[in-house]
């Protein structure tokens, strides 16, 4: 079973950077599409960007649009969320998600990772 594992969260003071990546140990990402979620604390989660398998196409929320970048490196079996110009509304637990459908609806995305949190606080 696909596992997606996600690492670079962490605490940044607004306007700062911070880098995720995805991984999945054993697997080849390169016939997945892959999404990026989060959740903040009380609220539904929400779809954050997502790139096609041969990272031609890519979509964001218009939150993020301008600060965000998603990348994805198929020989490093790796996908990347580039966040820039970090907010506290950024403030959430940020999941990666591998599907078949280019989607910002999480029903579309069969293989889950655990999260990283991601804390935007002075």
């Known amino acids: 079973q696909l596992q997606l594992v996600e690492s670079g969260g962490g605490l940044v003071q607004p306007g700062g950077s911070l880098r995720l990546s995805c991984a999945a140990p054993?697997?080849?990402?390169?016939?997945?599409?892959i999404g990026w979620f989060r959740q903040a604390p009380g609220k539904e989660r929400e779809g954050v960007s997502y790139?096609?398998?041969?990272?031609?196409?890519?979509s964001y929320v218009e939150s993020v649009k301008g600060r965000f970048a998603i990348s994805r490196d198929n020989a490093k079996n790796t996908v990347y969320l580039k966040m820039n110009s970090l907010k506290p509304e950024d403030t959430a637990v940020y999941y990666c998600?591998?599907?078949?459908?280019?989607?910002?609806?999480?029903?579309?995305?069969?293989?889950w990772g655990q999260g990283t949190q991601v804390t935007v606080s002075s």
């Open positions: 998600a591998a599907g078949r459908t280019q989607s910002m609806n999480s029903a579309s995305y069969a293989y």
């Open positions: 054993g697997f080849k990402l390169d016939y997945y599409v």
């Open positions: 790139i096609s398998n041969s990272g031609l196409w890519k």
